[in-house]
């Protein structure tokens, strides 16, 4: 059966096939137009853990996302195919491997133990981030093999510290492009607790690429001063709005379309998107690993990137991380629709055909 046949034969309007890909989808990676690279790693997480089990989570509540999605109603069609591979379970055995590593690391140094006088911890910490730099290339790679096949990538974590390697994916595909970046945290730290790749160093690191030229943070509302520090070297290349700033000029009479226009507005032609999930309210993802009081609405955050999708800057790819399953279904839940949604920014920006925008009588 080919894609037209299996799209002819598929009911959107019944739950998502269970034993199919992600949102019950009856296509394959070849017949897809969009590729969901899975990383389920958490090795550094320095408080709450549960974030490499966000893409399990986010593929089993997936199937119970209604595909006539209001804004992209004929996104279902292109097809969206998670990348589940052997690989992909190395990394999420791997991940549980060098976690356990890591924890005594963290509990040394919250001791005020000198790493470096332990022999034995600095050996892990050395290892921990040999494997993490294995997973950049190994990330990289990945992402590169299906941008060669002419399909639209993005990457799926795990924790913050995952999509390094597809940002130096994307600079050999651009030679500029910038980053909107929304999260609670400015994950600016250098080396945070020793580990290079830290989660909470994921900004820092992506300033080390020559081709991405500006970050634009939003709903930043937790830092340290070596992140301030890091950001205001930085210069225009760093643009922070914080959580605080943006409620101020809110309670002032700003609207949230204004806030965006200027948001978007600061970014180059191309756009790569970082989205934290700890960035929107703590009761949309109570089980992220670091949640912080205050943040945006799923609402808001879907109006920005839409309204950058219809911009005419041009998106380049995304990355949906920090997501962590608690007793229930919620945060996978959430994950998922906030995934389908911006599957549904990219592939409008890029021309594909998504249908047209439902428009009830009012």
Partial sequence: MNKQEKINS??????????????GLPFTAEESEIIIIPV?????????????????AILEASFQVD??????????????????????????????????????????????????????????????NKVCAQLKAEV?????????KGKKVVLLGGDHSTPLGYYEALAEQHSEFGL????????????????????ASIMYNALQIPQLKKIVQVGIRDFCQQEVETAFEQGDRVLVHTDMDLKAETFSGKTWEQHCDHIISALPQKVAISFDIDGMYPWYCPNTGTPVPGGFSFEQAAYLLSKLGESG??????????????????????????????????????????????????
Avoid at 140 to 148: H, I, P, Q, S
Avoid at 317 to 331: I, N, Y
Wanted: hydrophobic share 40%.
């Fill in 67 to 128: 595909l006539h999605h209001q804004e992209f109603p004929e996104l279902w069609k292109l097809g969206m195919f998670l990348d589940l591979n052997e690989q992909t379970a190395k990394w999420s055995d791997d991940s549980a491997k060098y976690k356990g590593w890591a924890q005594p690391i963290i509990e040394a140094l919250e001791a005020g133990e000198d790493i470096q006088a332990n022999k034995d911890l600095k050996a892990d910490l050395d290892e921990i």
């Fill in 40 to 56: 389920p790693w958490e090795v550094t997480v320095s408080y709450g853990a549960g974030a490499s089990e966000g893409p399990e």
């Fill in 313 to 362: 800057k041009e998106i380049i790819g995304f990355d949906l991380v920090e997501v962590a399953p608690g007793d229930d279904d919620w945060d996978g839940n959430v994950g998922a629709r906030m995934l389908f949604h911006m599957c549904g920014v990219l592939a409008k920006n890029n021309g594909l055909n998504v249908g047209e925008k439902i428009k009830f009588n009012r």
């Fill in 180 to 199: 909107l970046h929304l999260d609670a945290h400015m994950d600016l730290r250098i080396a945070y607790e020793g580990f290079t790749y830290s989660h």
């Fill in 10 to 23: 598929f009911d959107p309007s019944q739950p998502g096939l269970a034993d199919q890909s992600i949102f």
């Fill in 140 to 148: 990289k790679e990945r992402v590169l093999y299906w941008v060669k």
